[in-house]
């Protein structure tokens, strides 16, 4: 019976914060990608050649964690196959916020756009942690002659 | 030194290939943290811990990686390509790798 009833005391916890905080961090993560629409993100591994830029590797990542309820909702729909919609969002959210990162890095040191963005995802296991790691990196190309001042970052590569 | 994942730089030529560098590093957290992430594990919601641990494990394999591309002579590696794996428990492996090669202007 105690088992039972921390069973559901977790489960109510990881629904109701888990809810609480995706729906927090979706707000935050929309008001930014609109923010950062000026700086686009593109796959091409082609930079446009006319203009000479200054380029920097820039790199955003994101360890995010399921919850509770998450966990259990997806080992149950694991029984019965199909769409898992749960790790579909969180994913997702992973994947947004790295590219934000990223763009923020870019951001920083001036940069117009970036190229040739590459994704990756790795699972991490700690222990019995459920935790997905999302890395988004590419090349930042800043135009010429713009005195920003590029502020110290996440990954000091530009020496 | 020039970082980069593009293959071909306007403006710039390359004029020597000094072959494929690379840097890893593996990481792990103490088993404070790592308790603390599994109590995180319930609500959900993003683990910075872990986010900086990798994030101090990239810079360094990055840097592994530039000090080597600097031993063989080069002033840019470009095409770098990350990538990472759980090798155990509780530890991460962050590898860096790309081509180093001497780069002038025009």
Redesign the interface.
């Known amino acids: 019976m105690d088992n039972l009833l921390i069973f559901i005391g977790l489960l109510m916890c990881g629904w109701f914060f888990g809810r609480r905080a995706e729906k927090k961090h979706y707000k935050s993560i929309i008001e930014r990608e609109h923010k950062f629409n000026a700086i686009p993100a593109i796959a091409s591994r082609f930079p446009p050649a006319d203009t000479v830029y200054d380029q920097k590797l820039v790199a955003g990542s994101t360890v995010v964690s399921s919850d509770y309820f998450k966990s259990i909702t997806a080992a149950m729909i694991n029984i019965f196959g199909g769409e898992v919609k749960p790790y579909e969002a969180l994913i997702d959210r992973a994947r947004r916020e790295s590219i934000l990162r990223m763009k923020l890095q870019a951001k920083n040191a001036g940069a117009d756009m970036v190229f040739n963005i590459k994704m990756e995802t790795s699972a991490i296991s700690a222990g019995k942690i459920g935790a997905i790691e999302v890395l988004a990196y590419g090349t930042a190309l800043i135009p010429p002659n713009t005195n920003t001042v590029i502020e110290a970052d996440n990954l000091n590569v530009a020496t | 030194?020039?970082?980069?994942?593009?293959?071909?730089?306007?403006?710039k030529q390359v004029v020597k290939h000094l072959g494929l560098v690379q840097g890893s590093s593996v990481r792990s957290?103490h088993a404070g943290r790592?308790f603390l992430?599994?109590i995180?594990?319930?609500?959900?919601?993003?683990?910075?811990a872990?986010?900086e641990l990798?994030?101090d494990s990239?810079?360094q394999a990055?840097e592994r990686m530039?000090a080597q591309a600097k031993s063989v002579g080069a002033n840019a590696v470009l095409n770098?390509?990350?990538?990472?794996?759980?090798i155990a428990?509780?530890a991460?492996e962050i590898y860096v790798y790309g081509t180093a090669v001497e780069l002038v202007d025009g």
């Open positions: 030194m020039l970082l980069s994942n593009l293959e071909i730089l306007p403006g957290k790592d992430s599994g995180k594990n319930i609500f959900g919601g993003e683990l910075t872990y986010t990798l994030q990239r810079e990055t530039t770098i390509r990350f990538s990472t794996s759980s428990a509780g991460a």
